[in-house]
């Protein structure tokens, strides 16, 4: 039912801007939150933002606030990533979740996408 698909990661440069694009596909009123994690070689698949259907509530994790935006568009279904000020630290594999909460822990949420990578090079 639910599809993720993202969009939009590529190789940039240190200090670059990106937007990173999901569409979610068969959403339905279960899946209210929105986020984005990341996973880079070796490391575990950590939290980046998320963001709800109704209110656009966000949480941001401490390693990218005031560098990264979530927004969302309901009627088009659509959740960006807005990355300013990129890092060689942010070069990961960014995937789109859907779930009922906002929360740290990837196992908590429902739904993935396959990811799109996104290389910082300096």
């Known amino acids: 039912q639910m599809q993720l698909e993202e969009s939009g990661g590529r190789l940039v440069q240190a200090g670059a801007s990106l937007r990173l694009s999901c569409l979610a596909s068969?959403?339905?009123?279960?899946?209210?939150?929105m986020g984005w994690f990341r996973q880079a070689p070796g490391k575990e698949r950590e939290f980046v933002a998320a963001?709800?259907?109704?209110?656009?509530?966000?949480l941001y994790a401490g390693s990218v606030e005031g560098r990264f935006t979530i927004s969302r568009d309901n009627a088009k279904n659509t959740v960006w990533l807005q990355m300013n000020s990129l890092e060689v630290e942010d070069t990961a594999v960014y995937y789109c979740?859907?779930?009922?909460?906002?929360?740290?822990?990837?196992?908590?949420?429902?739904?993935w996408g396959q990811g799109t990578q996104v290389t910082v090079s300096s």
């Open positions: 068969g959403r339905t009123l279960n899946e209210a939150a």
């Open positions: 963001i709800r259907w109704i209110g656009g509530r966000t």
């Open positions: 979740a859907a779930g009922s909460y906002m929360k740290f822990n990837p196992a908590s949420w429902d739904f």
